[in-house]
């Protein structure tokens, strides 16, 4: 209602397991029939604007004008969006209000209904859409090698060298030569290779932010437990807990892993963040280099059946199976028992307090559980 009664142009209702797995035809049908319910039973969809006149509506627009504009001097200051980029800083705000708003709700501040208010006791199971990964893996290979037995190889290696020409010579229209490439069939990982060759890959700087969580959560009972159990850890070992929060495969999805990161930062533990889209080896190499007590891995694109199990082995072939290691992000229950066969020690689901998992962590480290 309120992104209609904003004038909203497109709108998407999630489903009601969006924080579980993709949907099932079920779900996605009551999030359709929402908006439909929205519109053709409320009818708010027929006025322009019900708000207009509202003293309460033009002062909130008000507000968000002001703090919008803050936000664009902020990035002109640095010279533009592009320059902004480059110093790391916007993806800094919304780390720091991703931060805050988990301390909010992690506190109790904020009311998310379901989540950290009006939980029952004990839920019951519903049904989840499964994917087979390996399958999926498969058939899109097979795609591919079929796609690239059939197109003209001539011209996809003649419009792949256009494109790294243009990059190198920076003359012509880059967007129309990858489009053009992509019409005699080159892939996505081709057309970006062939700027690599020249451009090399972007890697974002990772900047972690501290004192975010804490100043929203440090009077909870978690936080206090959680800080008390990180200095009896570093009484006992003469160090910090250490943990390593890496983020592998084609999951893009770094949210939920710099939540935690500057929320562990903030209970007391030496934290850190790995790159995105590492392999397993390049995660178990670098936890192994930085001697962490505990690998993190946050998985949110359904990769965690063929991913842990993966960088539990290359831990193990290092010699350091005592890295303990926990998983988090958008992992269905039914899949559990799966991880804990594996290995993994501990599993935190969306609406997971950071502080709570922070404590639970400890203990298990200290053998307390
Ligand atoms: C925000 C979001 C995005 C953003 C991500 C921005 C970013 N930089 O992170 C954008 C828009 C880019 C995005 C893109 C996509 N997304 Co998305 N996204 C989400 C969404 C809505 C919220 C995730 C989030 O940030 N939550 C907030 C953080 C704080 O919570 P969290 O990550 O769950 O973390 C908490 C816990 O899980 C846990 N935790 C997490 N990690 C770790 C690690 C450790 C060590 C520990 C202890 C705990 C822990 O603690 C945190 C605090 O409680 C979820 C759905 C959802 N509601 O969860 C879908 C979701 C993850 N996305 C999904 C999909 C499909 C995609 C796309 C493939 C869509 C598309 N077709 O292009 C792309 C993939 C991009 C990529 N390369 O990976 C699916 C994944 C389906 C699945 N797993 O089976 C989901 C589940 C939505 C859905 N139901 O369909 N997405």
């Not at 969006?18 to 708010?44: G, M, V, W």
């Not at 009006?118 to 994917?131: G, Q, S, T, V």
């Not at 799966?338 to 922070?358: D, K």
């Amino acid at each position: 209602m309120g992104a209609a009664l904003g004038h909203t142009q497109s709108l998407h209702t999630n489903a009601l397991d969006e924080a579980i797995a993709l949907p099932t035809d079920f779900s996605a049908r009551i999030a359709r029939n929402t908006q439909i319910y929205i519109q053709e039973e409320t009818y708010i969809t027929k006025e322009i604007d019900p708000w207009a006149g509202s003293y309460y509506v033009e002062w909130l627009t008000n507000e968000l004008a002001h703090k919008a504009w803050e936000h664009i001097q902020e990035i002109e200051k640095l010279g533009g969006m592009a320059k902004a980029i480059e110093t790391g800083i916007p993806k800094l705000r919304i780390e720091e209000a991703a931060a805050r708003t988990q301390a909010r709700i992690d506190s109790g501040k904020q009311t998310i209904v379901g989540v950290n208010k009006y939980r029952l006791e004990k839920e019951a199971p519903i049904d989840i859409l499964e994917i087979d990964n390996t399958a999926v893996r498969e058939s899109q290979v097979a795609r591919i090698v079929e796609l690239k037995g059939k197109r003209d190889e001539a011209a996809v290696q003649a419009a792949l060298e256009a494109i790294t020409k243009c990059v190198e010579t920076k003359e012509g229209n880059l967007l129309d030569l990858a489009v053009k490439a992509a019409h005699v069939r080159a892939t996505l990982g081709e057309i970006s290779d062939a700027c690599e060759k020249i451009a090399g890959r972007y890697k974002a700087v990772i900047r972690t932010i501290s004192g975010v969580y804490s100043s929203e959560n440090k009077q909870s009972d978690d936080f206090k437990k959680a800080t008390e159990l990180c200095e009896k850890f570093a009484k006992r070992e003469g160090r910090q807990p250490r943990i390593m929060i890496a983020k592998m495969g084609q999951d893009g999805h770094d949210r939920g892993a710099k939540v935690c990161a500057t929320g562990y930062a903030d209970c007391g533990f030496d934290v850190d963040m790995g790159p995105l889209f590492q392999t397993p080896a390049e995660a178990a190499r670098q936890a192994v280099e930085n001697d962490v007590h505990v690998l993190g891995v946050s998985s949110l694109a359904a990769g965690h059946k063929t991913l842990v199990p993966q960088v539990i082995e290359e831990l193990k072939k290092l010699g350091r199976e005592d890295i303990i290691v926990i998983a988090g992000g958008v992992i269905p229950a039914q899949d559990y028992d799966f991880l804990y066969q594996a290995g993994v020690a501990a599993i935190f689901g969306p609406g997971s307090p950071v502080s709570r998992s922070a404590w639970q962590i400890l203990e298990i480290l200290l053998g307390e559980e």
